[in-house]
């Protein structure tokens, strides 16, 4: 993997065009990068907005070395906090700030945790079945799939990978795991498509995917943290701020689109020929739906191709 493909920042142009007149607004800016990563959305924005800060909250050490590295040159405004992004309240307030002028969340797996093969994420490479963003947690995919009881793994198959065949998978582990631990990458994508029916093998690419997507999630909690910082992130937006948000599968992305649904919809009353000030959305839509990657973007990253780009802004206190 070339470090053009592997650091290739996700409709970054787009994410900053939207960011941009909340940031113009304020004449002291603060915007948190929620995924760091390996920097390239906030490398982008401190070029761009010379009298910026952003606090950048990455849970993955190594991405936390190389943005540090990275952003050297605006370090002068440049705030690193090594948390999960739930924690994005407390991070702010560590940093000194009540409100900040926006946000931008992307969602899932990094590039660059993928292609270090030793991180256990893909199905393609034998690794340790480890899956953990954060290193310094406990929890490893491993240890799920050797100590969790059958219907444990079942219903997380089930929900987060949306596998039909998530019990013919769970009785292939469970008889596996009898003999000796599963601790490998590759002894578990075997194992998976053994436990595909043929036929379905044949469509809808590798037959690990939705498992191995299942077990990262689960051992990241990353359905739970989103579902807590969207929220969190939405109560630190100064009027007129915004906040972005990319999603990369449909669980993820149902979520933050019922979070922005919900609060851009008015309490008032249906039957009421008037607008309840006290009921009125404290938020408004700043895209109507989703954005996807344009063509171009495609053909340089071909990584993108699932991202779904929803916006909101704060227009009431």
Request: aromatic share 6%; hydrophobic share 40%; proline share 5%.
């Amino acid at each position: 993997m070339t470090d053009k493909v592997a650091h290739v920042s996700v409709m970054r142009d787009r994410c900053i065009d939207l960011l941009t007149p909340a940031i113009q607004a304020s004449s002291h800016p603060v915007v948190v990068d929620a995924t760091l990563g390996f920097g390239g959305h906030t490398q982008a924005l401190l070029e761009k907005f010379p009298h910026l800060t952003v606090i950048g909250i990455d849970r993955d050490t190594d991405a936390i070395a190389a943005a540090t590295k990275r952003l050297e040159p605006f370090a002068d405004r440049m705030r690193i906090s090594h948390a999960t992004f739930d924690d994005i309240a407390d991070v702010v307030t560590s940093h000194g700030f009540t409100k900040i002028d926006g946000a931008l969340f992307d969602l899932g797996v990094s590039s660059m945790q993928l292609d270090q093969s030793e991180r256990g994420f893909s199905y393609s490479q034998d690794a340790p079945l480890d899956m953990r963003m954060d290193r310094t947690q406990s929890l490893t995919a491993a240890e799920i799939v050797n100590t969790y009881e059958p219907g444990q793994l079942v219903k997380i198959l089930r929900t987060y990978g949306e596998e039909k065949f998530a019990t013919r998978v769970v009785e292939r582990i469970v008889k596996a795991r009898a003999i000796a631990p599963l601790n490998s990458t590759s002894e578990l994508a075997t194992l998976i498509k053994e436990a595909i029916p043929a036929a379905t093998r044949r469509t809808g690419g590798n037959p690990a995917k939705r498992t191995f997507q299942a077990l990262r999630i689960e051992t990241n909690d990353e359905l739970g943290a989103i579902t807590r910082a969207l929220p969190a992130a939405l109560g630190l937006l100064n009027i007129g701020a915004r906040l972005v948000v990319m999603s990369f599968q449909s669980l993820e992305d149902r979520i933050v689109k019922e979070l922005f649904v919900a609060s851009t919809t008015s309490g008032t009353p249906r039957d009421l020929p008037f607008e309840l000030p006290e009921f009125a959305a404290k938020f408004s839509l700043v895209i109507r739906g989703s954005e996807t990657p344009t063509q171009e973007e495609l053909n340089d990253n071909p990584r993108s191709a699932s991202v779904r780009l929803r916006a909101i802004e704060r227009v009431a206190a």
